[in-house]
């Protein structure tokens, strides 16, 4: 198997004023393409600062990350952004839908700011909502849907641009256990089909239960044993 992602000794240090919350103390972990990883632990433990620095949506004060053999911190502001658009899928607790646009212009989402012609795309994002469960809500609004429904628009938005990897902060967060569970299906499912290597964060273990494997962190750090 070959490595996607990497963190070799990642810190992420807060300064509030006077104080500084080490919120990453040296975290080193790897993702294997396909896998899907499941991060757990308490609240306050790093989940969510590890999730943004894997994504590049914030920078490392020490440490590496590396995805596909890049170093993201080598790379110019411009240069992660695409990479951010193109080769990462985020999906969030609270869905993060564009309330104004339909499902289908939602999942289309990432390639209009790619600047690519949706025309080409028609037949995937057909293809995407039909296997989140959603082909004939294709034209309805956010605030039309359920929360279940909602995150499968985000998980299909998240697939489209076919993403090195996932990354997902309490997909499940926010909805009933059922809705949550087609949510762990869906993921899973692109995990097992389309070989979609998934890191998700979550506080709850029956949805780490889905994972390959689970990462526990504690105070900043990877817990070991
Ligand atoms: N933007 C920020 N500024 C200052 N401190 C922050 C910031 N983001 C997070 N922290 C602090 O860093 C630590 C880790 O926060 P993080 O959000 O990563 O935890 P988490 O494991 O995701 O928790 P939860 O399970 O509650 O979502 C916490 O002590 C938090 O208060
Ligand atoms: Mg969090």
């Known amino acids: 198997m070959t490595s996607i992602l990497q963190t070799i000794g990642l810190q992420k240090a807060y300064q509030m004023g006077e104080v500084t919350v080490n919120a990453l103390q040296g975290v080193d972990f790897t993702v294997e393409k396909g896998e899907f990883v499941a991060i757990m632990g308490p609240s306050g433990s790093g989940k969510s600062t590890l999730l943004h620095l894997l994504g590049g949506l914030d920078a490392p004060s020490d440490g590496e990350v590396m995805l596909g053999g890049r170093r993201l911190a080598h790379l110019s502001d411009d240069d992660i952004t695409i990479v951010r658009r193109r080769q990462i899928g985020f999906i969030f607790q609270f869905f993060n839908l564009l309330p104004t646009l339909s499902a289908a212009e939602n999942v289309a ?109 504690k105070d900043g750090l990877v817990e070991t044993g």
């Not at 929360?147 to 309490?170: M, Y």
């Not at 899973?188 to 709850?204: F, P, S």
């Open 109 to 217: 989402l990432p390639l209009l700011i790619d600047g690519r012609s949706l025309d080409e795309y028609r037949l995937r994002i057909d293809e995407l909502l039909t296997l989140v469960g959603l082909g004939d809500r294709q034209d309805h609004k956010p605030d039309q849907l359920s929360g279940g429904q909602q995150q499968r628009v985000a998980i299909a938005r998240a697939l489209v641009t076919d993403p090195v990897i996932v990354l997902a902060d309490e997909p499940t967060g926010n909805l009933d256990s059922e809705s949550g569970d087609e949510i762990l299906r869906l993921l899973r499912r692109a995990c097992d089909e389309k070989q979609q290597t998934i890191v998700m964060v979550t506080h709850d273990p029956k949805a780490a239960e889905y994972a390959d494997r689970i990462v526990r962190l």
